[in-house]
Structure formats: structure tokens, C-alpha cells
């Protein structure tokens, strides 16, 4: 049996364009005579369409795009995932599409509701496992998380755990089985890849059968999908890889091995290698970037060149994303930016090959000082006089934004957001935020992934080793108001990530003024992330669906110690 794994980038609630990209790829998978074709968890409708489930005429839609998707492509079997809409309930379920026509559906039995997951707001559980017939073999069709308990998807199957056999027929899993088909929409973040791989072959081990995973790519909101689907034979050995962060099409032949399991035999191309970790993280941050844009209709971005490390790197990845004609990088010195870094920003746009304009805010700030200075106690030495910069910036960039209708892009790291170290309707004012997620120390290490890659220096060297400032007053450093960023990333890594309270934080050897003072600012700065544009997440916990806590919240890490 050839077998093929169809991961591709579909747009949510676009049900009409993805079902076209899937008659593309069928069309393909036809021309190396491809038997049996997956496509990803909700693959019709896109993966999450959160609340257009609870629209009717959505699940409707659903159905008329499935019938219409079999009708056309009658040549192979295909299970395909889309929201299904029965008796009033919604599931997540998966179609097998035979002879024109929906044979079977399959509904997804584990919904998870934790992280980003919200299925069990939506869906209701499927009871019934279902057993496909293909040719000489049969198979199970799963979706996504219901390979990741094995211990519950064997007691599903009506098999106990760690045997062979069933206990309703005394038959053993090879005759009700030779193959578990798992169609997924599993979001990416760093180290995810070598779980799910570790999943799936666990999986292939205890049925002693091939599985065949095909996760979705794309950026979608917050989300990136990595792709890389993947065939495992019986024995537990990944076979076959599809590319990372790309649309692919993996086909392999299945065929009967030793000892009852399945062999699997990789058709054409060769296997993917491994990506690194800042590869990855690189990919997905330019993944998600130019589907966020080109997805909400947007051809080009700007964002505000400071000569800082952030912005740079920002706009490193904005031009490969999109391309550097689109993307316009905005200078806006003041009398306190330094002759250094407005050099940096003039040399970091020639090098990247984007526009660059300047436009000083000098001017505005003096009139506005001047303004305010009418009000009693106003002072232009003090905090306010920093953000009101800042928000000047943010309306020089959206107004450019309304007039040519680029995105505007926001330059903040996971760092900064996470302790509130930024501008409310300032430097956080903005479309899209390509480094909320990324750790103000990995932002460095990306620096130098970026200039490593490329054919001269993109970012300049100054840029990498002076001490990070926002240039917000004289002499300024952002070691004034933090500690050094190795620090404050272990601390946020331990109390944001690993939810990890601030004494155990302190007791594993961190310095506990510092860590009190960093959780402290987290805390307080809830209401200012609330706010925040959305940016991709590449960490196992971002700020946003990952992370829910109350702004009005009067819990004291520092006095209630637990």
C-alpha cells in the first residue's frame, strides 16, 4: 500500500480555499499513485476556528465541503479532518472519504484543555474507535491527542495495556490492525518535535503496527504549526520525516514485515535531517510572521529602527519573512539617541536591503513638553517624560500605517513583556509582535544565528555587543531598572514557564531580593499584556491563552510563600 501525508497550510475558516489546496495535493499524490491520503486535524475549516464552531451554518459549511471534496477526488482514500455538526453536538472528526463519497467518520475520543487547548469549550468526545479497511491492511484512525495517552487509547481500542489482547474477541491487535493513522494539528514550540516523535514511536512499540502522523504547517494568531509529519514502522524506527515549517507531501510504501508488523519504505527524496534549536526557533518566528501579514490581508510592514538588538532582529526576520521591498524601517531619534546606534539603524537597513526613513522626534516632544508644562506639577525629568517619547513614536508609526496600510510591527522580547519594562500605548502599540515570546537572552543568540547565515553581517556587531538602553534619557541602561538579562531570564524561565513559586525559586539558589523583586513586576504587569498585540509562540508557555490569570488579583507571592 503507498501511503501519503499531505501537510499543508490551511487558512481558518477559508473552507473553500483549503479544500482547493487539498484537490492540489491529491492531484499530486495521483501522479506517484498514492493509494491513501491524510490530511491534518480539522484540515477543512483550519485548526483553531475557536467560537465559528458555535455557529451552525459553520458546521454546515463543513459538511457541504467534505461531499463536494469527495466528490472530486474518487481515485484513493483520503481521511481528512473538519468540524462535524450531529445531533445538535459539535465533534472533531475525521472523514474517510472512499468512491466519491463519505464512507466513515471517525470522532476525536481525548480533547485536550489545557496550554492553548480549549476542545472541550466546543467539541463533544466521539465513543466509537473506528477500523478502516485499505487493501490487505486495516487501520485505526485517530486525531491528535488520542495517540498521546497510550494507557487510555489502548483501553479504547479494547485492548489492555502492555498486551495483546483483546479482551472482547481474544483476537490479537494485529488481526484487528496493522497500521494507527493520527491526523494532528499540534502547535510547535521549542522541544516539541522530539516529544511527539518519542509519542508516535511509542505508539508503533505497544500495537506493534506502522503509524502514519500528518500534522498541519502554518501560522495561525499566536500559533505556528512545524509540520513534520511523519511515518514510523512497527519496530518504533522514524522512517520518514516531512520537511519542517513548509508544506510537504511525504509518500511512503507500506508493506508486511517480520513477526506480523508493518515495513515502511520511504518513495523518492530523502529523509529530512534534524533542525536545531535556533533553527527552529528562526523558522517559526518567519513562519508566523508572514502568515500572521499575508493572512490578514497585509503586503507589507513597518516598524521603528532604534538601533537596538530587538529591532533588529525584528526586522531581520520581517525581511525574510516578506521580503526586504516590503518592509520600511522608521527612525525617530530624540536628543537622547546616540550618534552609535542611529548609525546602527542607517547601517542595519542597508545591509538587510529594506527602506529606511527618519523622522526626529525632537520637535513633537518639545511641544508637547510645552503643552503639558501648563498643568501644575508636570516634569520632564521623570518617568511620564520617557513614555510620552515612546508614545510619540507609536503615533508616527500608526499613522503611517493608516495612510499605506502596512502592519505595524512591535520589537518587544518575552523579557521586557513579562516585567513590564515597556510603554502602555507605546513601543507595545502595534499589529503583530514577532519577539513577545522570545527570551530577551535567546534574542542575542539569534543575532548571531542570523548574521551566521547570511552571505555578509546583517546585524551589526555594535549592535550585538552594547549594553542594551532604551534611550529614553541620558546615559540610560536597562540595567538601571533590571537585572542582567542571564538572571532575569533563569527566573522568569522558573516562575513563568514552570509555574515554580518565588521561594522555591530563592531556595534553589536564585538571589532572593532579585527574585522577589522580578515576580513582583510580572504580577503587576498583567494588565499591560492583556493589551498586547499577538506575537508567535515558540516556548512551552506563552503570555496569552497559555498563561490566564486575573488582573484584579491580590495574591502575594512575597508574603504568602507556597
Known sequence: MRIGLGQFNAVVGDLSGNAEKMRQVYRQALQHDVDVLLFPELAICGYPPEDLLLKKHFLQDNAEAIDELAADCAEATIIVGFAEGREGNCYNSAAVLQNGSVSKIYRKALLPNYGVFDERRYFQSGTEPLIVDLGEFRAAVTICEDIRDIEQLSSFLGFRHGQKTQERTGRTSQEQFQMVLNISAWPFYVGRSEQTEQMVRRCAKEFNCAVAYCNLVGGQDELVFDGRSMLVDSTGTCVAKARAFEEDLLIADVKAGAGGGLGVELVGGAA???????????????????????????????????GGIDSSVTAAIAAAALGAENVLGVTMPSNFSSAETRADAQKLAENLGIRIVSIPIEPMLAEFDRSLGTVDGWDNRGVAYENLQARIRACILMSLSNQFGSLVLTTGNKSEVAVGYSTLYGDTAGGFAVLKDVPKTTVYELAGYINDRATRAAIPADVISRAPSAELRANQKDTDTLPDYD????????????????????????????????VGMVDRSEYKRRQLPPGPRITPRAFGKDRRLPITNCYNPGSARS
Do not use: C, M, W
Not at 535556533?278 to 523558522?283: A, C
Not at 539558589?509 to 527574585?515: C, D, I, N, S
Open 272 to 306: 529530512q535531517q534534524p533542525v536545531g534549536r535556533l533553527d527552529e526557533i528562526y523558522q517559526a518566528l518567519v513562519l508566523g510572521t508572514r502568515d500572521y501579514t499575508r493572512k490578514n490581508g497585509f503586503g507589507k510592514v513597518l516598524l521603528g529602527l532604534s
Open 487 to 518: 538572571l532575569l531570564d533563569e527566573i522568569l524561565k522558573g516562575y513563568v514557564e514552570q509555574d515554580k513559586s518565588a521561594q522555591e525559586l530563592a531556595e534553589s539558589g536564585l538571589p532572593a531580593e532579585v527574585v522577589y523583586r522580578v
